[in-house]
């Protein structure tokens, strides 16, 4: 997981959690097979990582992904590409959420009827949970959003930076050492990480920026 100050450094604006509507329109049309590949791509893995969250296996966190794609194929028409309209990301999340359930149903026992059955010592306590409170899937999806663009903005940080910078900005802003810390395991002075957690994290800004327009 990503420190909280490196997520502090990253989450200057909401525009983070943007959706890409031109994407989301691209889609409507079933026969842009590379649209739909772009989709699944770009989505498969919060959708995933949600499930994970909720408390899904490997496998059943890859069923619901199936199933939520399967989902939003067949009632994408019906969605209206629109910011005014309401988030895209909240339509999807509650046809994965929708589908987390299902997996997490089908490990209820049985009853004699042959139906789940409705309360069990076994029961997983995220399906015991009565009406009204069930997961915040709104809060699993942000923090899945931010965890996903944060690895990817370090990843493209790592080759865009030296070395030796992108060392020091990781030990103070990931890892949480202290800048005197930091400074006596790379062999440079205070000063010198101050000016370079500075500098690394204005870089780490502008990729952030380059990677929401992509949300756009």
Known sequence: ???????????????????????????????????????????????????????????????????????????IQQFVASPERGSFRAWLLKLAGWRIQDQLRKRLPLEA?????????????????????????????????????????????????????YQVFYLVAVEGKSVSEAAGMVGRSKAQVYLIRHRVAKTLRAIVKRLEKRLE
């Open 113 to 165: 009827g042959g139906s789940p059955a409705t309360s069990s010592s076994t029961t997983p306590t995220i399906e015991r949970a009565p009406d009204g409170n069930e997961p915040d899937w709104a809060g699993l999806c942000d923090a899945e959003w931010r965890e996903r663009l944060a690895r990817q903005a370090l990843r493209e940080l790592r080759v865009k930076v030296k070395a030796e910078h």
């Open 1 to 75: 997981m990503c420190g909280q100050k490196l997520r502090r450094t990253m989450t200057t604006t909401e525009e983070t959690m943007r959706t890409s509507w031109t994407l989301v329109a691209r889609v409507k049309n079933r026969e842009d097979q590379d649209s739909w590949r772009e989709f699944y791509d770009f989505y498969r893995g919060l959708i995933a990582g949600v499930a994970r969250r909720a408390g899904l296996t490997e496998s059943e966190a890859e069923d619901a992904v199936q199933e939520t794609m399967l989902s939003v194929s067949r009632s």
